[in-house]
């Protein structure tokens, strides 16, 4: 079993991937080929944004997103001390401050209450993650920066194409990043990313920013990055965003399953009833970690743990100097999570051996 199946999913669309890199390459159009404008074209028409912009990687995406907002030194931005690291590290790469905000134990998703203790005269922005696929609740975190004059960025990398509210994640926010490395809920087979808005002017800035920030060719108008979107990696994507709802479709097959069948057994994810998530992870929560762990091991079944050290405890932040036990949901969730295999073509027999696995680890 495995814990994602990059390769069966290889194996059911090799035609249709081998007929598009077959057209980049006999092209030789590697940079800003074709197959960039027509996939930001299906990926804004399928999230509902009128701006979907390609670019190198989900850090890219958020990056140039804090780029575009006009992030710098001084700055204090918002986010989750619960998610991967590369939600906090562009906020301080760029010279700002990450201040972190504790999460809601059922969403593993920042707590808006939280938020509004955490707000101060520097504070610009808000970067809530939507964790595991399921939205981050967008339409309250939304609320509480328009009170305070604060501009919103959803992480969207794990959530491509969930809903919130009937919305598509990445279009229910000022701007929005997603991740289409390969683990991701739609992912290439190298790296890339997008960003996300409805805002023209924004946009207008992303794309020069992630083109060395040219107005026009050799004419530099700021300056910028090299963050464009692969040609290969576009026409690819092309071909799996074809296929991503009925993958989803049976995603949630498997996810509702597992929560079958652990309920008891251990802490199941909550899905909130205005969300509809991707389920880039199924992450379940036992005080008996280790124990799970090391019997699914083993029985030869992967599962991992994201994530095992909350931001604020991690030696790159650690000049911040921020107390211990300082976000207490974190810190106890990171020591009980675990993640289990999740892809669409697990069968009803591998989640049977998944969850009786577990009921014997615990028993
Ligand atoms: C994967 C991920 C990123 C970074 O995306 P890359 O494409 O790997 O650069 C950022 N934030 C979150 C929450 C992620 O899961």
């Known amino acids: 079993m ?8 290889f194996r059911r669309y090799r035609p249709e991937i081998m007929a598009e890199i077959e057209e980049v390459l006999g092209s030789a159009q590697f940079i800003m080929g074709p197959a960039v404008g027509a996939l930001e074209g299906m990926l804004a028409a399928h999230t509902g944004v009128r701006h979907a912009i390609g670019c190198a990687s989900g850090t890219d995406a958020l990056m140039l ?5 006009g992030v ?11 998610t991967f690291f590369a ?3 562009i906020v301080a790469f760029l010279g700002a401050t990450p201040v972190f905000v504790d999460i809601s134990e059922e969403t593993f998703n920042i707590d808006p209450l939280a938020i509004e203790k955490s707000i101060t005269r520097r504070t610009r922005g808000i970067i809530p993650v939507s964790l595991f696929g399921q939205c981050a609740e967008l339409e309250k975190v939304n609320a509480i920066a328009a009170a305070n004059g604060l501009w919103v960025m959803e992480d969207a990398a794990q959530s491509y194409g969930a809903l919130h509210w009937g919305k598509r994640s990445g279009s229910l926010t000022r701007i929005a990043a997603t991740s289409f490395f390969p683990a991701k809920p739609l992912g290439c087979y190298g790296e890339g ?20 920030g040219q107005s026009e060719r050799y004419k530099h108008a700021r300056l910028g990055i090299n963050g464009r979107l692969d040609t290969l990696q576009a026409a690819i994507l092309k071909v799996k965003l074809r296929h991503f709802e009925e993958e989803m479709a049976a995603k949630r097959r498997v996810a509702d399953a597992y929560r079958a069948k652990l309920a008891g057994v251990v802490k199941v994810p909550t899905v909130l009833p205005h ?9 379940a929560r036992t005080d008996r970690r280790e124990k799970v762990l090391d019997h699914l091991k083993s ?5 991992a743990v994201h994530y095992p050290i909350p931001l604020h405890r991690q030696e790159a932040f650690s000049c911040l100097e921020l ?7 974190s810190c106890m969730v990171s020591q009980e999570v675990f993640s289990l295999p999740m892809h669409p073509f697990l069968t009803e027999a591998d989640v049977d051996a998944v969850c009786s696995s577990i009921a014997e680890a615990l028993r």
């Open 193 to 212: 990313g997008a960003v996300f808005t409805n805002d023209d002017g924004i946009a207008a800035t992303v794309r020069q920013l992630l083109n060395h």
């Open 87 to 89: 939600t906090a590290e």
């Open 299 to 303: 029985r030869g079944i992967p599962a």
């Open 65 to 69: 997103g804090l780029m575009a907002l």
């Open 2 to 9: 495995n814990f994602i199946d990059l390769q069966e999913q």
């Open 72 to 82: 710098k030194a001084g700055d204090e931005i918002i986010v989750p001390d619960f």
């Open 275 to 283: 969300n509809v998530p991707v389920w880039a992870q199924f992450t």
């Open 323 to 329: 107390p211990e036990g300082a976000f207490p949901v």
